[in-house]
């Protein structure tokens, strides 16, 4: 299993400015998983984090909005840049670990961001 | 491409059941389900793989059949607890590891 510490829990930030969220695994991991849900919504991967090499990114997002930084196995920032209203979601890490004999993804408690 | 969830809502009363579909447009390695109840990050209920499994543990059950690209949930005799809005996720490939969350569906459980 695999316990994710993802702060911070909620911010109110104003427009143009960026936010940083940072995660936190209790175990060394290759890949780690952001994710966006708009309320009401599901869950849109942004990007995955790899260690040692650039995140790569789904389309629709982009580096310059949304750098990722993953300077060790267990450690990784998402930051939401020049910030918008239409930015307000819920930002969720996520790594994939084992319970028991099923694969599964863990994931943060989530950073709920409201733009001002 | 998103999976599409049917229904996108459902409300029961406790003790009812509850059928909820997953259908993808693009072969799939594995199917999970996932339960987020509000405010909360999403919880892991199953993965089914490739091979037309079928799962269960309790009263929650699922079926996937990779030949039509779908996966369902079985809620039976549904309890309170069982509220929240369910996710499946899929997988393309094994070893690919992202997984691809579908349009949800909202189940509320009424006494």
């Known amino acids: 299993s695999a316990v994710i510490s993802q702060k911070p829990s909620r911010d109110i930030c104003q427009r143009g400015t960026s936010l940083t969220i940072q995660c936190q695994v209790d175990s060394q991991v290759t890949m780690m998983f952001w994710y966006r849900q708009q309320p009401g919504q599901s869950l849109t991967l942004i990007a995955t984090?790899?260690?040692?090499?650039?995140?790569?990114?789904e389309s629709g997002f982009v580096i310059d909005k949304f750098p990722i930084s993953r300077p060790n196995l267990t450690f990784s920032t998402l930051t939401v840049s020049n910030m918008s209203p239409e930015d307000s979601s819920i930002y969720l890490c996520?790594?994939?670990?084992?319970?028991?004999?099923?694969?599964?993804?863990?994931f943060g408690s989530g950073t709920q961001l409201s733009v001002l | 491409q998103q999976p599409v969830q049917s229904p996108q809502a459902v409300i029961l009363r406790e003790g009812e059941d509850a059928v909820i579909n997953c259908s993808s447009s693009?072969?799939?390695?594995?199917v999970h389900w996932y339960r987020q109840k509000h405010g909360e990050a999403p919880v892991f209920l199953m993965i089914?793989?490739?091979?037309?499994e079928q799962k269960g543990h309790d009263k929650i059950s699922a079926s996937f059949n990779e030949k039509k690209q779908q996966s369902s949930l079985y809620l039976t005799a549904s309890q309170l607890s069982y509220s929240g809005t369910y996710f499946c996720?899929?997988?393309?490939?094994?070893?690919?590891?992202?997984?691809?969350f579908g349009t949800g569906t909202r189940l509320t459980i009424i006494p």
């Open positions: 996520s790594v994939r670990g084992w319970r028991g004999s099923d694969e599964k993804l863990f």
């Open positions: 089914l793989l490739k091979g037309g």
């Open positions: 996720g899929t997988e393309m490939n094994f070893g690919n590891e992202k997984l691809t």
């Open positions: 984090a790899n260690q040692g090499s650039e995140a790569t990114y």
């Open positions: 693009k072969a799939l390695y594995s």
